[in-house]
Nanobody
């Protein structure tokens, strides 16, 4: 069972990228899909999550209104559409399963992808 991300790259501020994550060896559940990221020199943080705990979709305040998480059941995949990108969005992005948002914190006890790098230049 694995998750494989793609779609990262370099883009100028204000641009867009769409990250993809295809699951193999298992079927993605409706709940629990999510994305994390790790910026250079910073701790990993939750970006978006369809929480296992309540089924709602959550976004980090820093990406609200700019990023959208989605899924395609036929392709057994999840996506992160990122618009109006900013230099502070630079980092390695990871798709996950078993994502939960609770009391302001994101966590994942499922599978993690290998990460895809996003670089946003000013």
């Amino acid at each position: 069972a694995q998750l494989v991300e793609s779609g990262g790259g370099s883009v100028q501020a204000g641009g867009s990228l769409r990250l993809s994550c295809v699951a193999s060896g298992f079927t993605l559940d409706y709940y629990g899909i999510g994305w994390f990221r790790q910026a250079p020199g910073k701790e990993r943080e939750g970006v978006s999550c369809v929480s296992n705990s309540d089924g709602y979709t959550y976004y980090a305040d820093s990406v609200k209104g700019r990023f959208t998480i989605s899924r395609d059941n036929a392709k057994n995949a999840m996506y992160l559409q990122m618009n109006s990108l900013k230099p502070e969005d630079t980092g390695v992005y990871y798709c996950v399963t078993g994502c939960t948002y609770d009391s302001g914190s994101y966590s994942s006890f499922g599978s993690w992808g290998q990460g895809t790098r996003v670089t946003v230049s000013s």
